[in-house]
């Protein structure tokens, strides 16, 4: 069964650049049914899709979060990875990675533990 | 705003049958997907491909579909299901979501 496990730091200052990571395992970053996600949840809020990419570097961002997102992928480290620059306290959120297939799916999708990051000096 | 609509709260008794819709117009040609929510957790896939239930997860929980709704319908609630739920989609561009439906069960 694919597992995503995410890492990267809980705290980031504003104006700085959060960084996350998932790694993928149970299956590959690579496959090309695979796409792989990044959403997140403020306080008490609901679900905000955040961007999507495939291993092949095709990517999708959110219209609202264009500006300041980008994903990558290392398919050697088994891995995709998600930037937020220029961060604010409405950056404040707990951060999933998720990994779903198109156009159907044969297999659930599956989603990391979250990250809580708070933006904060 | 959410692309897909679920009503915000549903209440159950114990042992009866709760339906919790989504309806949106990407539902039409895409599979619906179904998250449960407890406080402090992540969010666990219940219901996958409209009607596929993972391997791990209660027959309790079933999903249909019909045109531009899905729903998911959860029998003999029990005070364990108290929880968030929240419907999605997968479309080629992007991930769309429900705004959630709190459940209680009393």
């Known amino acids: 069964q694919l597992q995503l496990e995410q890492s990267g730091p809980g705290q980031v200052r504003p104006s700085e650049t959060l960084s996350l990571t998932c790694r993928v395992s149970?299956?590959?970053?690579?496959?090309?049914?695979?796409?792989w996600a990044w959403i997140r949840q403020a306080p008490g809020k609901g679900l905000e899709w955040i961007a999507t990419?495939?291993?092949?570097?095709?990517?999708q961002y959110s219209p609202s979060l264009r500006s300041r997102v980008m994903l990558s992928v290392d398919t050697s480290k088994h891995q995709f990875t998600l930037k937020l620059t220029s961060v604010r306290a409405t950056d404040t959120a707990t951060y999933f990675c998720?990994?779903?297939?198109?156009?159907?799916?044969?297999?659930?999708?599956?989603w990391g533990q979250g990250t809580l990051v708070t933006v904060s000096s | 705003s959410y692309e897909l609509t679920q009503p915000s709260s549903v209440s159950v008794s114990p042992g009866q049958t709760a339906r919790i819709t989504c309806s949106g117009a990407v539902l039409a040609q895409k599979y619906g997907r179904w998250l449960q929510q407890k406080p402090g957790q992540a969010p666990v896939l219940i219901i996958f491909?409209?009607?596929e239930r993972p391997s791990d997860i209660s027959e309790r929980f079933s999903g249909s579909s019909s045109g531009t709704t899905v729903t998911l319908t959860i029998s003999g609630a029990q005070a364990e299901d108290e929880a968030d739920y929240y419907c999605?989609?997968?479309?080629?561009?992007?991930?769309?979501f429900g705004g959630g439906t709190k459940l209680t069960v009393l």
């Open positions: 491909k409209d009607d």
């Open positions: 999605y989609s997968a479309t080629d561009n992007n991930l769309v």
């Open positions: 998720a990994g779903y297939q198109l156009p159907t799916s044969f297999r659930p999708d599956s």
């Open positions: 990419i495939h291993h092949t570097g095709a990517t």
């Open positions: 149970g299956g590959s970053v690579s496959s090309a049914s695979y796409y």
